[in-house]
């Protein structure tokens, strides 16, 4: 089981050097109506869908990859590189939009991430407060959230992180799903797969800046990966900079291969 507080820590750690991030992270995770919007978005998910975890502790999940990915991709971020924000804007955008992300699932899975933006502006407005950038970290946030399911192409490097961090919760983990509810027969091939799925490391890598490694028990865990976070990647606009290895377990051994 996930530990949240040991979650949280480890994304305030990352946030030490961001101020506004930080504080935007502090504010989210006590934020009752975010919160609310995301129990109910766990229950759609779930209860009603048979998919596996899109409530608080998969968005802290992604929050916290996108940070790793965005410190090891080692790039200028969109609204620095364009003159319109500072670092802390970028990675305060990022925060918003991982937490943010699969609000719209309150509704319905089906263009989760359009509803999702009108959900999820209203409330960045009022975490933000009097911030004076406010309106270009909302936008740059409102395109990771729509970009989030690879039917929009970012044009933003903040985007296509948070894009791919969405896609890198997949351990057993996400699945979440009480016993009860695999044996109604309610689970589909999202939760079964999850449960594969032992391990996904985020690092270094040797032949590109990032490496995603994604190591499971079977091989159904590959439908994670294939209808995931291949999709992600390919249209974040980051693909060169990660490469991606699936480390499949067969009988006492590991056999790694690489996917992209």
Same mark, same amino acid.
């Given at each position: 089981?996930?530990?949240?507080?040991?979650? !949280?820590?480890?994304?305030?750690?990352?946030?030490?050097?961001?101020?506004?991030?930080?504080?935007?992270?502090?504010?989210?995770?006590? &934020?009752?109506?975010?919160?609310?919007?995301?129990?109910?978005?766990?229950?759609?998910?779930?209860?009603?869908?048979?998919?596996?975890?899109?409530?608080?502790?998969?968005?802290?999940?992604?929050? !916290?990859?996108?940070?790793?990915?965005?410190?090891?991709?080692?790039?200028?971020?969109?609204?620095?590189?364009?003159?319109?924000?500072?670092?802390?804007?970028?990675?305060? %955008?990022?925060?918003?939009?991982?937490?943010? $992300? &699969?609000?719209?699932? %309150?509704?319905?899975?089906?263009?989760?991430?359009?509803?999702?933006?009108?959900? %999820?502006?209203?409330?960045?407005?009022?975490?933000? /407060?009097? $911030?004076?950038?406010? $309106?270009?970290?909302? %936008?740059?946030?409102?395109?990771?959230?729509?970009?989030?399911?690879?039917?929009?192409?970012?044009?933003?490097?903040?985007?296509?992180?948070?894009?791919?961090? &969405?896609?890198?919760?997949?351990?057993?983990?996400?699945?979440?799903?009480?016993?009860?509810?695999?044996?109604? /027969?309610?689970?589909?091939? $999202?939760?079964?797969?999850?449960?594969?799925?032992?391990?996904?490391?985020?690092?270094?890598?040797?032949?590109?800046?990032?490496?995603?490694?994604?190591?499971?028990?079977?091989?159904?865990?590959?439908?994670?990966?294939?209808?995931?976070?291949?999709?992600?990647?390919?249209?974040?606009?980051?693909?060169?900079?990660?490469?991606?290895?699936?480390?499949?377990?067969?009988? &006492?051994?590991?056999?790694?291969?690489?996917?992209?």
């Amino acid at each position: 089981m996930m530990d949240e507080k040991k979650l !949280d820590n480890s994304i305030i750690k990352k946030l030490g050097d961001f101020p506004t991030a930080l504080q935007t992270f502090k504010k989210l995770i006590r &934020d009752k109506e975010s919160l609310s919007f995301l129990e109910l978005t766990n229950a759609v998910s779930i209860k009603r869908m048979g998919y596996n975890d899109h409530g608080r502790i998969h968005t802290k999940i992604a929050t !916290d990859s996108a940070l790793k990915l965005y410190k090891l991709l080692g790039m200028k971020p969109s609204l620095v590189r364009d003159g319109l924000g500072s670092e802390d804007d970028s990675v305060t %955008a990022m925060v918003l939009a991982a937490f943010l $992300h &699969d609000m719209g699932m %309150a509704v319905n899975r089906d263009n989760h991430e359009l509803l999702g933006v009108v959900f %999820a502006r209203p409330i960045m407005s009022r975490i933000l /407060g009097d $911030h004076p950038n406010k $309106h270009n970290i909302i %936008a740059t946030a409102c395109e990771a959230i729509l970009c989030h399911m690879a039917n929009y192409k970012p044009s933003s490097v903040e985007a296509g992180i948070v894009s791919i961090a &969405d896609g890198t919760d997949m351990t057993a983990g996400r699945a979440r799903i009480p016993h009860f509810y695999f044996e109604s /027969g309610g689970a589909k091939i $999202h939760s079964y797969s999850a449960l594969s799925i032992m391990h996904v490391e985020i690092k270094k890598g040797k032949k590109r800046p990032v490496a995603i490694e994604i190591v499971m028990s079977n091989p159904a865990g590959v439908f994670q990966v294939e209808e995931i976070l291949l999709p992600k990647l390919a249209n974040s606009g980051l693909e060169k900079k990660v490469e991606v290895v699936a480390v499949i377990k067969k009988g &006492d051994k590991f056999e790694r291969l690489e996917v992209n």
